[in-house]
């Protein structure tokens, strides 16, 4: 997080509720193929249930981003948006080279 001039709410701020909803569920989509691992459960199947939890990450990630460029970086002016854009085209390049 940058230091200079933070906000004091940021992008997702007014949907944090729903934000922390969505990742707990998440959370319960891999304690499930935890429990698929335990139980020797079919290689394709937990592969599916794989896909389907960073499926649901990039989804957070991207709606992340949305907010991000809403609030943070259009909300910004002169060279702290442009550090901003920065920043956040360096983060959609790390969620491009993941895998």
Aim: net charge negative.
């Amino acid at each position: 997080m940058p230091t200079d001039q933070a906000p004091t709410a940021y992008g997702y701020t007014a949907t944090k509720d729903q934000l922390l909803k969505r990742l707990r569920r998440i959370e319960g989509q891999v304690r499930g193929v935890q429990g698929m691992v335990e139980d020797d459960r079919y290689c394709i199947d937990i592969l599916t249930q794989i896909s389907a939890a960073q499926a649901a990450l990039d989804k957070v990630a991207l709606g992340l981003l949305d907010d991000h460029a809403r609030h943070c970086v259009m909300g910004s002016e002169g060279e702290l948006q442009v550090d901003r854009t920065d920043e956040m085209m360096a983060a959609i390049g790390r969620l491009m080279r993941r895998g």
